[in-house]
């Protein structure tokens, strides 16, 4: 393609481009997984902190799945546009912090051969929740997962990211070189925290030394990182080539604001991410993506279930409905009532800056992609600060409206009649716990409930919030509506 993205020159005068020289750069991160959120997120602080503050922290990325983003990645020599989107209209950053892309299935030798190279210091990942091989009940290593089975039988041939992981770091005790920093930049609340155990869980099946060297040489920061990022249409890529002057086959877009919290704990070295806006290094994550989790993404879910089964495509036109608006402001304060303080951090200021980004009219975000996997992202974003809120004494109404829409959501059928795919990694389950029970708000919660190691007992123990869940889904399934204001 002639006019693909491939250099920085005689781009059109609407790009922002890198401010340093790319051909000087070496990798020292390689990065796991690199879909649109790594490229709204992680590769732009680090873009910001070489500009910044140079360094040899240039980006490798792998893709240990699906080919797409990685090849056309490597077409363009790394380089791909972020259209940063508001009312005031779009602007184009294209980034230069990768440098090489690969696809792991293709070779994974060359992968573990970067993975062994003492210049990778950092080994970052955003490969979903799906990928990690932990058992949401223990918070474990699930062993019935499929790359976690694989690689325990071939440990020297990994597929999945945490065998990639161990191998490794196996080859660079062996080899007497210093370990890289595992760095978790997933959706998942202590995501490092999870991330070592799984890691040292595995090891301890394999080499029980290599364990005690990882536990006692590897660092493992957790980090909490926030900008909406819709998934790319044939408008964003139209938008790219119209601000760049290059076609640009892996532009994404995003809002305005970013965040980056990252626990300062690495075993050689990083990035000047402290010199970005927006990034900020700490000794401990928790309090802040409690905060996120519970007020965002908690908020987030319980607008995409009700969004998506009153018919609203994007959380934008659901913030057109003023009791819908009004709901989500009610559910933020309903958990900042939950988090103890959080330093540096106004929660009513935050709250407000919320209710603004989702009603951000530049943004794109559909409930349909926001509502996936929510077996996985319930717990920690609706039903530990729901038990949280009724030990305290609260009724908890806004978490039994977001689980009540969860329900309607999950029934798999639309306003209209017509069904939908229910995607989440325990669909088949759902369905079957519903597929021969009465089509009302009382049966079909009842049935939910007892979804195996989702809902704790403490909320399926209190009859006055299931009930008051039940309520609200009849009201769902009779009319889409919840009578909010």
């Keep these: 393609m002639s006019d693909r993205l491939q250099n920085v020159t005689g781009l059109a005068p609407t790009a922002k481009l890198p401010a340093y020289d790319r051909n000087a750069l070496k990798a020292g991160i390689l990065h796991l997984g690199p879909g649109a959120f790594f490229r709204a997120h992680f590769a732009p602080f680090t873009d910001g902190a070489l500009a910044a503050a140079g360094g040899d922290w240039g980006i490798e990325v792998a893709s240990l799945r ?204 990083r990035p000047a991410w402290e010199k970005v806006h927006g990034a900020l290094m700490v000794e401990e994550v928790s309090a802040y993506e409690k905060m996120k989790l519970r007020m965002l993404n908690g908020a987030h879910s319980l607008l995409a279930y009700l969004g998506y089964t009153a018919g609203y495509e994007f959380v934008r036109d659901v913030m057109d409905d003023a009791g819908l608006s009004a709901l989500a402001r009610r559910h933020m304060n309903a958990a900042a009532a939950t988090l103890d303080p959080v330093p540096g951090i106004d929660l009513d200021v935050y709250a407000n800056e919320l209710i603004a980004r989702f009603a951000n009219k530049a943004i794109a975000h559909r409930t349909y992609q926001i509502a996936m996997d929510g077996t996985q992202k319930l717990p920690q974003r609706l039903l530990e600060p729901a038990t949280e809120a009724l030990a305290k004494g609260s009724k908890a109404e806004t978490y039994a409206i977001a689980v009540a829409a969860w329900m309607r959501y999950a029934m798999g059928i639309d306003r209209n009649g017509e069904r939908y795919e229910l995607r989440d990694p325990r669909a088949g389950e759902i369905t079957a716990l519903i597929a021969d029970v009465p089509r009302n708000g009382g049966a079909v919660s009842a049935a939910l409930f007892k979804l195996p190691g989702l809902f704790p007992k403490a909320l399926t123990a209190n009859i006055a919030w299931t009930e008051d869940v039940a309520n609200k889904l009849e009201i769902l399934i009779q009319d889409n509506r919840l009578p909010l204001y």
């Design 66 to 269: 699906t080919p797409d983003v990685a090849d056309n990645l490597s077409a363009q020599n790394g380089l791909y546009t972020v259209l940063i989107r508001d009312t005031s209209g779009t602007t184009a950053h294209v980034m230069g912090s990768i440098l090489k892309a690969h696809v792991a299935p293709r070779d994974p030798a060359g992968l573990l051969a970067r993975l062994e190279d003492p210049d990778i210091r950092i080994v970052s990942m955003t490969v979903t929740e799906k990928a990690y091989g932990f058992d949401p009940a223990t918070g474990g290593l699930d062993l019935k997962h499929p790359d976690i089975v694989a690689d325990l039988a071939n440990r020297h041939a990994p597929r999945g990211v945490i065998g990639y992981l161990v191998e490794g770091l196996a080859r660079r005790r062996q080899k007497g070189i210093p370990p890289f920093t595992p760095l978790s930049c997933d959706n998942l609340p202590s995501n490092g925290a999870v991330l070592k155990r799984l890691v040292l869980e595995f090891t301890a099946r394999i080499d029980a030394e290599l364990r005690d060297w990882i536990e006692a040489n590897v660092p493992f920061p957790s980090t909490m990182v926030d900008r909406i990022t819709p998934a790319s249409t044939d408008a964003t890529y139209a938008d790219a080539k119209r601000l760049t002057g290059r076609t640009d086959l892996a532009a994404i877009e995003t809002e305005p604001f970013t965040q980056w919290v990252i626990e300062d704990h690495f075993a050689n070295g």
